[in-house]
C-alpha cells in the first residue's frame, strides 16, 4: 500500500496524527494533489497546527486554481478564510472571502459551493447585533446548499439561523433549527471541520439560551466524538471547558477546576477557541471559593483574548467589598453586548446595583430579567429571575416574601426540566422512596457504569455519586450493586 493511500486511509478514518505523519511524507516524496492537499491541511489543524494548517489550504486552493476546479478552489478559500477568522486575524481572513467571491463571480455556471460565501456575513452580522441581517445571510446560505447539494453550507446556514432567532428569544423555533443542524452532523453529512463548528456552536447557544438539557446532551456527544479520535486538539479544548461550567453549576467545583485546566492545556496546544472559556471558569470556581487573588488571574487571562470576563470580574469586585467598581464594570459590559449574552449578566446585575446603592437600576435589571422569562421559558432562567426578586425584596424588607421565592427557585433547579437525566427518573416509579437523582444514579449502575463514570454522565463528583448510591443501598435494604442492579430492574426503572 503507497503512503498516500495510507494517508487517505487514516484521513476518512479520522486518526489525524497518522494522515498528517503519510500525508507528508508523500508531499515530500512526489507532491500531493490538491485535494489530499486540503485534506493535510485539515488533519494539520486538527492536531493544533492551524498556521501551517492555513498555510496548506492556500496551497490546496492555487493547486486546484492550476487543476481549473475553480468551484473548490472558491471553497478552500472561503475556509482558508473562515480558519483565520478563528485564528483572530480578519484583514487576512477578509481578503480571502473576497477571493472567494471573485472567482465564484467570474464562473459561467453556478457554483455548488456559494452557499459558503454567506456564511462569514452571517457571523459578521450575528456577532454584530444584527439579528435581521444574520437570518437573511443564513437563509441564503441553507438556500444555496440545499438548492446545489452541498450539506456543509446547508447545515451551516441552518445552524446561523437558529443563532439568530434565538439572539431576539425565538427559542422554540431557533433551537429546533440547531437540532436539525446537528442531526446532519451525528449522520455524517457534514465534513469533519463545519462538524467541529457545529458541535461547539449549538453547544454555547443552548447555554445561552439557559437550556441545561441540550447542552448537557451535546456536550455528552460532543465528548464521544473526542474520545473517538485519538490526539484530537481541535474541539476537545472546547468541549473541555464546557464541561467546566456544567460541573460548576452542578456544584462539582474540583472537577470543573480540572476540566477548566485541561481547556487550557488544550488552548496552548492549539484550540485557540478554549481559552477564554478555560480561564473564565477557573476563575468563578475560584471566586466562589473565595480565592480572590488567583479568580483576579485568571479572569485577566480570559480578558486577554478580546472577550470581557463579566459578570465574573465584577461579582469578584463586588466580593472584594468595591461595588462602585463592580456597577462600573458590569454597566461597561453590558451597554455593547448583543442580548444573548446580556441576559447572562442580568441577575448579577441586580445584586451588584442594590449592593451600589442604586436600587431603581436593580429593579429595572429584575423587570428586565422577568420580561426575557416570559420570552424563555427555561427552570434555570426562571430561577434566576426568581432569585433577583427575592434579592430586591429582603433589601426592601420583606424577608418572608423572599424566602417564599428563594424556595421556588430551589425547586425549579432541581426540577427534571433543569436535569438532563431526571425526566426519565421523574416519568417513572420511583421505587422506596428514591428520589429522583438517587433514581438516576440506580439507573446508571444497573447500566454498569462505574462511580466515576456515572460522574462524568451526570456532572456531578465523584463523592456525591457514592453519598447517593449509600442513600439507595440503606432505603432498599440492599449491600450491593449487583443487588441495586436487580431491585431497578423489579421495578421497572431500566
Not at 9 to 27: G, K, N, S
Not at 81 to 100: K, V
Not at 388 to 410: E, Y
Amino acid at each position: 500500500m503507497s503512503t498516500l493511500t495510507q494517508g487517505r486511509e487514516a484521513y476518512a478514518e479520522r486518526r489525524w496524527p497518522d494522515a498528517v505523519d503519510r500525508y507528508t511524507e508523500a508531499d515530500q516524496a512526489e507532491g500531493l494533489p490538491a485535494c489530499d492537499l486540503e485534506q493535510l491541511a485539515t488533519s494539520l489543524i486538527f492536531t493544533g497546527g492551524a498556521a501551517e494548517g492555513v498555510d496548506l489550504l492556500a496551497r490546496a486552493h492555487l493547486s486546484y486554481l492550476a487543476d481549473g476546479d475553480y468551484a473548490a478552489a472558491a471553497r478552500c478559500a472561503v475556509w482558508t478564510g473562515m480558519n483565520l477568522i478563528m485564528q483572530g486575524e480578519p484583514a487576512r481572513s477578509a481578503g480571502w472571502i473576497a477571493r472567494a467571491h471573485r472567482i465564484v463571480e467570474d464562473l459561467p455556471e453556478p457554483c455548488p459551493f456559494e452557499g459558503l460565501l454567506f456564511v462569514p456575513a452571517g457571523l459578521g452580522a450575528l456577532y454584530g447585533g444584527d439579528g435581521a441581517a444574520a437570518a437573511k445571510a443564513f437563509t441564503r446560505a441553507a438556500d444555496l446548499g440545499r438548492a446545489r447539494g452541498d450539506a456543509d453550507s446547508a447545515a451551516l446556514g441552518v445552524l446561523g439561523l437558529g443563532r439568530a432567532k434565538i439572539m431576539p428569544g425565538d427559542l422554540e423555533d431557533g433551537l429546533a433549527l440547531l437540532d436539525e443542524a446537528m442531526v446532519a452532523v451525528t449522520v455524517g453529512e457534514i465534513s469533519p471541520v463545519p462538524a467541529g463548528i457545529i458541535y461547539c456552536a449549538v453547544i454555547e447557544t443552548c447555554h445561552l439560551a439557559f437550556d441545561l438539557r441540550r447542552a448537557h446532551e451535546w456536550t455528552r456527544a460532543l465528548d464521544k466524538e473526542c474520545d473517538a479520535q485519538p490526539n484530537l486538539v481541535a474541539l476537545s479544548g472546547q468541549c473541555q471547558m464546557h464541561r467546566a461550567e456544567l460541573y460548576r453549576l452542578h456544584g462539582a467545583w474540583s472537577e470543573a477546576i480540572a476540566a477548566a485546566k485541561t481547556a487550557q492545556d488544550f488552548a496552548f496546544r492549539g484550540d485557540r477557541m478554549a481559552t477564554y472559556g478555560g480561564f473564565y471558569e477557573q476563575g468563578e470556581v475560584q471566586r466562589l471559593r473565595g480565592e480572590f487573588d488567583a479568580a483576579e488571574a485568571s479572569y485577566r487571562h480570559a480578558q486577554e483574548t478580546g472577550f470581557p470576563p463579566q459578570p465574573g470580574l465584577a461579582l469578584l469586585r463586588l466580593a472584594q467589598g468595591r461595588p462602585e467598581q463592580a456597577q462600573t464594570l458590569l454597566r461597561q459590559t453590558m451597554a455593547g453586548i448583543d442580548p444573548g449574552y446580556r441576559r447572562r449578566m442580568l441577575a448579577a446585575r441586580v445584586e451588584i446595583e442594590l449592593a451600589a446603592g442604586d436600587a431603581d437600576a436593580a429593579r429595572t435589571a429584575m423587570e428586565e430579567l422577568a420580561t426575557v422569562c416570559a420570552m424563555i421559558d427555561m427552570p434555570m432562567l426562571h430561577a434566576l429571575a426568581e432569585q433577583a426578586q427575592a434579592t430586591v425584596l429582603a433589601h426592601d424588607g420583606d424577608p418572608a416574601a423572599a424566602l417564599v421565592l428563594l424556595r421556588r427557585a430551589w425547586s425549579r433547579w432541581l426540577s427534571p426540566a433543569a436535569h438532563p437525566h431526571a425526566a426519565h427518573a421523574a416519568d417513572t416509579p420511583v421505587a422506596g422512596a428514591l428520589t429522583a437523582r438517587e433514581t438516576e444514579v440506580a439507573q446508571l449502575v444497573s447500566a454498569g457504569l462505574t462511580n466515576r463514570d456515572i460522574a462524568v454522565e451526570l456532572f456531578i463528583s465523584e463523592k456525591t455519586v457514592a453519598r447517593h448510591l449509600s442513600n439507595i443501598f440503606t432505603k432498599l435494604g440492599l449491600t450491593s450493586r449487583a443487588a441495586a442492579t436487580a431491585d431497578a430492574y423489579q421495578h421497572g426503572l431500566v
